[in-house]
């Protein structure tokens, strides 16, 4: 019973992506540490898959503006300059661009832009908040934004691959009402 306990201690993990201190740093880190905190990983796809839904220009601003405004905000996180609630702005975002994507909301660019960068802010500034305690920050942020920028890119395919299988299960469809037609 002690070691299972023992064992299960061990194989813990943080309860939050955003713990805030004693980051292992380096590029590697950063680029995988978004893959582990799902509020990050799912705020980053739904972007892109927003994108993906309105469009150009939005297609191409979203996930540009967010990796750069996400710098923004690590930025103001090491400068402790004090911002609304983090956590609670994150998992808002999640909820918001979530919620754009399952309601197709088609928000214009002069909106749809400065909703993203709002929600980076608040993801870069967590992290922010981490980087100095990182052994190489530059490292650790290059790898971060670079796996952020890949999310995005992912809910772009994704979005893709959902509008291509529709058309493909449409066209299924249609096959077999035509060979239904055929047939009688």
Known sequence: MKRATLLLLLSAGPASAHSGTGLPG???AGLLHPLTGLDHLLAMVAVGLWGR???RPLLYLLPMIFPLMMVAGAEIGMLDVPLPPIELGIALSVVALGTAVAFAWKA???????I??????????????????AADPLGYAAGFVLATGSLHLAGIAVGELKMRSLGVGIAGAGLW???????S
Request: proline share 8%; net charge positive; with cysteine.
């Open 53 to 55: 839904f309105l469009g």
């Open 116 to 133: 993203a960068g709002l929600f980076a802010l608040f993801h870069g500034y967590a992290h922010g908040r981490e980087l100095p305690s």
């Open 108 to 114: 214009p660019v002069w909106l749809a832009c400065p």
């Open 26 to 28: 380096g590029f590697l």
């Open 177 to 183: 009402f035509l060979v239904r037609a055929v047939m």
